[in-house]
């Protein structure tokens, strides 16, 4: 019996590990359907290649050149928020959640409502809505598997354990490449310096996140969401070697912890593998003599400030996180651009943090809530870029 997957963000980084995995089982998978932001040649290729049973892109100007990539294939295509939906509302065992940024949030919640097993990696979710995100889970009976690393390594090392019985969950950070700079150093960083992430190959805007720490903020507020654990028992560590990614410290002193090679296709593969262990081919086995030793230092809140921020954000709740997280993905796309130095992402996050702290205190009720608070942040950030320009 074959299991039916449909990916969402089918193109990306997160994606393209995903339909690796299922080219690789092709007696075990069926791929549902494809969705696509805007590459119609990339995502109709895959769609062949995988005999997808629907494709859909979320740029509506894209349909026609992914009708015309798919004609004479048979397979049925579209375009848009409905295009994407209707995608999503294919039947599917897994529906992968993998579309990057806020834009993931409506087709991942419709998949949950629809009560489905979401191997979520759009951590946006989680962290702009995560309340009414696990909520809806809990009352659509939707089954929610991590997919990023660390939480999945958490989920693996937690096995059967209760999180009250959990005197700490430790996520480890690669520490980016900027872990031994110096801040002055750090504080003229270009873009392409960066992106250059020294263990894992993933997109732009995740690894200037990975290189300002605000990757490991975000997923710390992932985890208090997946598991149910407050802030006090939730730690970030640096682990340069990135073979360990998630520790899980219990009450008698015990410690578990979930080791694999940097790849992604790991903890995708077990998700995908619902209790079952796929075998990866091409994957890479942990050599732990080939590594030799495995180091750990303190995360530096001074020099990656928007760690700082983060745990702040975790810690009051209510809407801050989704506040952070809108400032963000506007002050690293200023950054790429080179309109704002590497510390103005934490100076625009923290300064809308700040700004928004008393408009809007509670968590947003559900998606809707969540995207207009995202979208007002986004406003007012764009409008406080060329501003931070002058006086900087
Ligand atoms: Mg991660």
Not at 22 to 46: E, M, N, T, W
Not at 198 to 215: E, R
Not at 319 to 346: L, Q, S, W
């Amino acid at each position: 019996m074959s299991l039916t997957v449909t990916v969402l963000g089918a193109t990306g980084s997160i994606g393209r590990s995903t339909t690796d995995l299922l080219k690789q089982h092709p007696d075990r998978f069926r791929v549902g359907a494809l969705v696509g932001g805007r590459d119609a040649a990339a995502l109709g290729q895959l769609a062949r290649e995988l005999n997808a049973e629907f494709a859909a892109l979320a740029d509506e100007s894209a349909g026609p050149s992914l009708r015309e990539v798919l004609s004479g294939s048979g397979i049925p295509c579209g375009a848009g928020e409905g295009a994407v939906l209707e995608a999503v509302a294919r039947e599917a065992d897994i529906v992968v959640a993998a579309v990057s940024g806020a834009a993931g949030l409506r087709p991942t919640h419709a998949a949950l409502r629809l009560g489905r097993t979401v191997a979520l990696a759009n951590k946006e979710s989680l962290v702009c809505a995560g309340d009414a995100f696990m909520r809806d889970a809990a009352r659509y009976g939707a089954r929610l598997l991590p997919v990023d690393s660390e939480h999945n390594a958490l989920a693996q090392a937690l096995g059967d354990g209760r999180v009250s019985d959990v005197a700490k969950m430790t996520i480890t950070a690669s520490g980016g490449p900027f872990r031994t700079w110096e801040m002055q150093r750090i504080a003229g960083a270009s873009p392409e310096e960066a992106a250059n992430h020294p263990t894992w190959s993933m997109g732009m805007k995740i690894n200037i996140d990975s290189a300002s720490l605000m990757n490991k903020g975000l997923e710390l507020i992932e985890a208090h969401h997946l598991f149910g654990i407050e802030h006090e028992r939730l730690d970030v560590i640096v682990h340069p070697q990135s073979v360990i990614h998630g520790l899980v410290f219990w009450h008698d002193g015990a410690v578990t912890a979930g080791l694999a090679m940097p790849d992604m296709r790991v903890p995708i593969a077990h998700c995908l593998g619902l209790g079952d262990r796929l075998t990866i081919a091409r994957g890479r086995p942990l050599d732990l003599a080939a590594v030799g030793s495995l180091t750990f230092e303190a995360a530096d809140e001074t020099r990656f400030p928007c760690l700082r921020i983060a745990r702040a954000a975790l810690r009051d709740g209510g809407a801050a996180p989704t506040v952070m997280n809108a400032a963000n993905e506007i002050a690293v796309a200023a950054f790429i651009k080179g309109a704002i130095p590497f510390y103005g992402i934490a100076e625009l996050v923290e300064r809308a943090c700040t700004r928004f702290a008393g408009i809007h205190r509670a968590a947003p009720a559900d998606v809707d809530e969540a995207l207009a608070i995202d979208a007002e942040v986004r406003r007012w950030s764009e409008h406080a870029v060329p501003q931070m320009q002058v006086a900087g």
